[in-house]
Structures are given as C-alpha cells and as structure tokens.
C-alpha cells in the first residue's frame, strides 16, 4: 500500500485556457459514472489524462482530484491525493494541453519526508509551515504564527528557524524524560 501524498494547487494564466481546463474536470466530476473504468472513481486523474488526450496507461496517475473551484479572480483550485508523490506527469499533460497556464503546489507526503512548494512568493499557499503534534495533529501556519505558537508554549519569544529547533529539542526530551508521547515537530516547505 502506498504513503499518499496531499497537494493543492493553484492555476493560473490565459482565462480561456484555466476556464477550458476547469470545464473539462467538472464535466468529468458531474457525470454518472466514470469515464473510463477504475479504482477512484469520477475523479480519477486517468479520466482527466484521457479527455486531455493522452493515454493515462503511459501517465502515472494513481489518484484523483476534489474541492474543484474556479475563483473570481480566474484561479483554478483543486487538491489531489495521489500516491508517493504529487502528480507531475498529469501536470505535464495539462502544461501541454494549456501552455499558458501556470501550476502552482504545495505538495505533502511527511512518511517520505516531502513537504516542498513552487509558489516561492507565497502569492497562494502562504502557510507552509506545519507543527506537528502527536496529541493534537497538525496545523499549517505563516512563518511568524507558527513562532508566535512555539513562543506562547516557551513563554518566551521565539523568533528564527534556530531558536525553534533548540526549543523543539528541549521540548522533546522533557517530554521524553517525563515518559509522555507527546512530542513536536516542525515542517518547513522545502522551495523548489
């Protein structure tokens, strides 16, 4: 069984081509049955590769889409859960179907330790920082929230990526030391 792995995206670029893109994957969504037959159903990214045009045995594609949304502003928004890794060759197909468009991700799958971003401006995904907490799950937060949370745990301000790590550690064996299961761990997307 495959680690799945979380992305959202954001598309952007000439409105024909993103309203295009965004027709076809709710035309695809609102059918009764699936395109073409399959595990995942409607929303199969296979489906998506097929009405792209492309032939989804030679993409890997083992996942689906959902929470499709086409913003006033033109954005394109979706998430997929995909297996191991983000759907880059179904990326590919749409970069190729609709030149225009940029594709911008924030992709998560931490049992493989990936946890990365294009979006280098934080222009749509702006929380990419992740506290990881086996008590409570997880949270996304800004850079300065998630030092802002770290701080109010301390009760002393935290302000850099160096003065988190040395807390997060102390945290971590007092934890250890007290024989609790509550450890921290923070994530930073990786920019790629």
């Known amino acids: 069984m495959p680690n799945w792995c979380f992305t959202q995206y954001a598309i952007c ?4 081509e993103v309203r ?3 027709a076809v994957m709710n035309r ?6 699936p395109l073409l037959p399959n595990g995942f159903g409607k929303n199969w990214l296979g489906c998506l590769v097929k009405r792209l045009g492309k032939n989804p045995q030679s ?8 929470d499709l949304n086409l913003a006033a502003d033109g954005t394109l928004t979706f998430s997929t859960e995909h297996a191991w890794s983000r759907p880059n060759e179904v990326e590919d197909v749409i970069q190729e179907k609709y030149p225009s468009l940029s594709i911008y991700f924030l992709e998560e799958e931490l049992g493989m330790d990936i946890f990365q971003t294009n979006d280098e401006y934080g222009q749509f995904f702006k929380e990419t920082v992740i506290l990881d907490d ?3 799950g997880m949270e996304y937060f800004t850079e300065e929230k998630a030092f802002e949370r770290l701080s109010l745990l301390k009760g002393a301000p935290i302000t850099d990526w160096e003065g988190a790590k040395d807390f997060l550690d102390k ?3 007092a ?7 509550r450890h921290l761990w923070l994530h930073k997307a990786d920019i790629c």
Request: with cysteine.
């Open 13 to 16: 670029g000439e409105r024909k």
């Open 20 to 22: 295009s893109l965004y």
């Open 28 to 33: 695809l969504q609102n059918r009764e049955a």
């Open 59 to 66: 993409v890997y594609c083992r996942g689906e889409w959902r």
């Open 134 to 136: 086996e008590t409570d």
């Open 171 to 173: 945290y971590n064996a």
């Open 175 to 181: 934890q250890d030391a007290a024989g609790t299961e």
